[in-house]
């Protein structure tokens, strides 16, 4: 369904993500690890249309997306939901949400993008508790619920989530995952999430990369990145730390 | 007798100032509400604003002299033209260096405002120009205070122009996207906004009310090629007076400003017409930086 190949991305001349491939099909969850600085959100932002690429093409839907803009991809059915979330900070929870259906929204469709409004609104209750307060008095938790949210408005078949766990604490990731989880089994919703907890995503993941300093240098089925010597020492010892640190913050 | 007519004539006299602070005012408000839609839009403060004012009774004058169009297409003609500047401006100067930072941008537009200035006073040189009234000059007698007709247009032109772009910012999803584009301009390319498009609107937008407030204060003031310095001080005064990027804060920072302003001159003296502006904009920066209707960042991290 997306297929990346050979992706060369430069900042300046900083060559942040080098002849990366991979591919997503219909329905999987795929998960993107590796450390921080590795080139997980160029290469994300790179398919979004944020970023063009040097070289290397990206293909969606049997379509070549490589240089749209980021409102074509979004719009071809693509919807990124950026690392820290980037919500709206002083609009109102409700008017993130309608933003999200901006590039389809027309007068005719506003019975649909309520109806969407109100799916999203009894998967997170506390979105529409909240709905009349400005996107920046959310906790860092409901925040992402609303970067989630915000992105589905906009009826995508792929979803690409960078970090949705970061910052926040591990039972809030957990259950932000599930919802993931969900919308894959429910709604058919293709997902390709990057993830420096990457226990947790290979969990919840078909399919795995490791991408190391711009390069992609292992993939396979999520079990057996999870059983992978190199993976473990690399990235899963690492993980067992950084949840006592939060725990202990 | 004579104590109560006196107490009369500084009733009167107030009267008359509060009218005449209004009618100055509202310009000074509309120009506000241009540097709000552009800071709205893209976080710049668009320091060439006074000269769209500038442009728009400069414009009308000339068309109205050289073209010998009647006074509502000369108008009409001279505002459709400083709209297109103002698109002009922000795709040959501010789009092709839109990556450089905010204050890199502000100093950009201090450029263009000179460049403005300068290429007017090489076409129409210093002289002072005036423009009729739309509707005579016969004062109207409002409470005993005398009232210029124009003051009229000026107020209700306002008073509709600041309504329509408070229902475009807070009620259509247009208005939202614009916002959204200075909130988080990542993530508005990202639920599919064009920002450039609308970064291109701002200026388009800021331009045509910029023109619309100098079409309707030329009449009462006059015009000259250099107009908009003072005028864009002022529209950027009130609108810090109002909280920067509140429409509504920026027409009411312009109201109170033109009244102090108008009962400094006539109780204090006139000399010091212009000073009580900043006087007041430097006394709010010192208690309340967020401004009048300002308020303090929301956000909890
Ligand atoms: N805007 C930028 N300008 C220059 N270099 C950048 C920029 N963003 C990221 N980089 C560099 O590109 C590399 C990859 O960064 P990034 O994609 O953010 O990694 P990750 O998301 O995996 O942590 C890093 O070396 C980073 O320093
Ligand atoms: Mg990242």
């Not at chain 2, 006299?13 to 100055?24: K, P």
């Not at chain 2, 800071?39 to 000339?62: C, H, K, R, Y």
Request: aromatic share 8%; hydrophobic share 50%; charged share 15%.
């Amino acid at each position: 369904m997306l297929t990346i190949k050979n992706i060369d991305v430069f900042y300046g001349k900083i060559h942040a993500v080098r002849r990366a491939s991979l591919h997503v099909r219909r329905g999987e969850i795929v998960a993107l690890i590796g450390g921080n600085g590795a080139g997980k959100t160029t290469l994300l932002s790179t398919v979004s249309g944020l970023l063009r690429p040097a070289a290397g093409n990206i293909v969606f839907d049997g379509q070549e997306i490589t240089r749209l803009g980021a409102d074509r991809i979004v719009r071809a059915g693509i919807s990124h939901v950026p690392e820290g979330r980037l919500v709206f900070k002083p609009l109102s929870v409700e008017d993130n949400l309608l933003l999200g259906s901006y590039h389809r929204f027309s007068f005719k469709l506003k019975q649909e993008i309520t109806e969407d409004m109100e799916a999203i609104y009894s998967m997170f209750p506390v979105l529409k508790e909240r709905r009349k307060q400005p996107a920046g008095t959310l906790s860092g938790g409901e925040q992402q619920m609303l970067a989630i949210g915000r992105a589905l408005m906009a009826r995508p078949k792929v979803l690409l989530l960078d970090e949705p766990g970061m910052g926040l604490a591990p039972n809030i990731t957990q259950e932000i995952f599930k919802h993931i989880v969900s919308l894959r089994d429910k709604f058919g919703l293709t997902v390709l999430l990057v993830e420096q907890n990457a226990r947790s995503a290979l969990k919840i993941a078909d399919r795995g990369y490791v991408l190391e300093t711009g390069r992609i240098v292992l993939q396979g089925p999520a079990e057996e990145l999870l059983q992978n010597k190199d993976v473990q020492r690399a990235y899963l010892g690492r993980d067992i730390t950084d949840q006592v640190e939060i725990s202990n913050e | 007798m004579l104590v109560l007519g006196e107490t009369v004539m500084v009733l009167l006299d107030y009267i008359q100032f509060l009218i005449s602070g209004l009618t100055v005012g509202s310009t000074y408000g509309l120009t506000a509400l241009g540097f709000t839609i552009i800071f709205n839009t893209t976080g710049i403060i668009n320091f060439a604003q006074g000269e769209f004012l500038m442009l728009g009774g400069m414009l009308s004058v000339f068309l109205l002299k050289f073209l010998n169009l009647g006074l509502l297409p000369a108008v009409l003609l001279a505002i459709i033209i400083t709209t297109c500047v103002g698109a002009l401006i922000e795709r040959f100067t501010i789009r092709p260096v839109q990556k450089s930072s905010t204050i890199n941008l502000i100093i950009i537009t201090i450029g263009i405002s000179i460049f403005i200035r300068g290429v007017a006073m090489l076409l129409w040189g210093k002289d002072t120009y005036a423009l009729p009234s739309f509707s005579g000059d016969t004062p109207l007698s409002f409470f005993g205070a005398s009232m210029h007709p124009q003051s009229i247009w000026i107020l209700s032109i306002t008073l509709v122009l600041l309504c329509l772009l408070k229902f475009f910012f807070a009620r259509t999803i247009y208005g939202k996207a614009m916002l959204a584009c200075s909130f988080e301009k990542k993530a508005a390319y990202l639920v599919g906004i064009n920002v450039q498009r609308m970064v291109l609107f701002s200026f388009m937008i800021s331009a045509l009310v910029g023109a619309i407030g100098g079409v309707i204060l030329t009449p009462l003031t006059m015009t000259s090629f250099d107009v908009g310095i003072l005028l864009g001080l002022k529209g950027f005064a009130a609108c810090i007076l109002g909280g920067l990027g509140n429409p509504f804060g920026a027409a009411a920072g312009g109201l109170i400003l033109g009244v102090l302003e108008s009962f400094g001159a006539g109780i204090v003296s006139s000399a010091y017409k212009d000073a009580i502006t900043f006087i007041v904009l430097l006394l709010l920066l010192f208690v309340k930086p967020s401004g009048l209707f300002g308020q303090a960042e929301v956000e909890r991290v």
